[in-house]
């Protein structure tokens, strides 16, 4: 992933994750929860072609120092399409449960905090939906 986006000037990357992190303003530190919600892109497990278009993942957190730049966390999910191959710090993976449990996973890693997650994955052949949810802890 690249180092900065082009419009950011004071990121900084997480090298095991490649997700840019920002600055949180001082003056709103305290009390301030953030929560991203972005679309899981389709087709990451190679097997079952799930999840379908319509899918979600929200990371909710307190932030200390910084918060994460949501278009690194975009890019980051493409990454799981066709599974995730593993970078010699995370793991290979390519099962729903186990994808949003690391994306959560790499996100309070880069931030150093706490992330609640919640998944709404669409399943293919009208298999229904699988909510996920949990938290992870910065290792």
């Known amino acids: 992933m690249d180092k900065k986006c082009s419009f950011i000037t004071d990121a900084t990357t997480h090298e095991e994750s490649g997700l840019l992190t920002m600055p949180v303003s001082e003056r709103l530190i305290w009390g301030r929860t953030v929560a991203h919600t972005v679309p899981l ?14 899918s979600t993942i929200t990371l909710e957190y307190q932030p200390g120092a910084h918060t994460l730049e949501v278009y690194s966390l975009t890019k980051l999910l493409q990454l ?6 593993g970078n010699g710090y995370y793991p290979p993976e390519r099962n729903m449960e186990g994808m949003v449990e690391l994306i959560a996973q790499m996100a309070a890693d880069a931030l150093k905090c706490p992330v609640t997650f919640t998944s709404h994955v669409l399943l293919t052949k009208n ?12 290792r």
């Open 127 to 138: 298999c229904g939906t699988m909510k996920i949810s949990g938290v992870a802890r910065p």
């Open 80 to 85: 799981f399409v066709g599974g995730f191959a």
């Open 41 to 54: 892109p389709p087709k990451c497990c190679p097997v079952s072609d799930n999840p379908i278009e319509g």
